[in-house]
């Protein structure tokens, strides 16, 4: 990956290039770079993350014609591929048919108050000490946003718990931390609990931190999550891209 190049793609867009960014500097033993050259200069790129307990996940950037020699350096099924809409039909014709979802990529508008505070009701930021609970609560859900959790170092990640007492009832991550973007990831709560706010109180933890740094908050988001999508445009999310999730045989369906 040409580094130069990325940092001035980054600062133009940083939304889209924040997992390559971030993970080229803090996961550099677990992803692989393939990138497409037109004229000494990168126009697309795979990044692909080999940290997820399944399957391999690639974000893929660009568009050209040069499209389909990018498909044909993605890893063999099973994997799961988030591309341009555009580049779906290239990716199936390179790895067989897949099971798609569309997602919306939102961005939170800091000026709008997120009126997030809900009672009594809290989230935590998780410490190394709460693994076990972690791991556990993740292996009794159906879900493959709780599937990396067990794997989490919350002391070197940022991550919130949701607690009744001592029961954790959902967590949310910050898969990404930087200057000028958080992106969160694996809001979750127990689908026992949900209805009743707690994925608005996880919201507020890591909102409130994101923004306390100065960065923008970012998520990814199925379309046809209705309830998601209404918590998070309630808060002042709004869409700004779209891309298209493909899963290879994975299983991994978000």
Known sequence: MDRAWLEHVAALDPITHAFALWDLDRNPG?????????????????????????????HWFGEGPWVPALAGLLPPRPCVAIVPPGVAPVV???????????????????????????????ARPLLREDLPRLSAWSRQQHDPVAAEYPFLDPEVERAWGAFDGDRLLGVVRAEVRLPRVWVLGGVYVEPTERGQGWGRVLLSAAVTAAEGTGAQVALYVREDRAAARRLYESVGFRTVGHRVWLDLGAGLLP
């Open 30 to 58: 677990r992803i692989r770079f393939f990138s497409a050259i037109e004229g000494g200069t990168t126009v697309g790129y795979l990044l692909v993350w080999l940290g997820h307990p399944s399957a391999p996940v690639v």
């Open 92 to 122: 199936e014709e390179a790895r067989g048919p897949s099971r798609q979802s569309r997602l919306l990529v939102m961005v939170r508008d800091p000026r709008t108050p997120h009126g997030l505070t809900e009672g009594v009701r809290s």
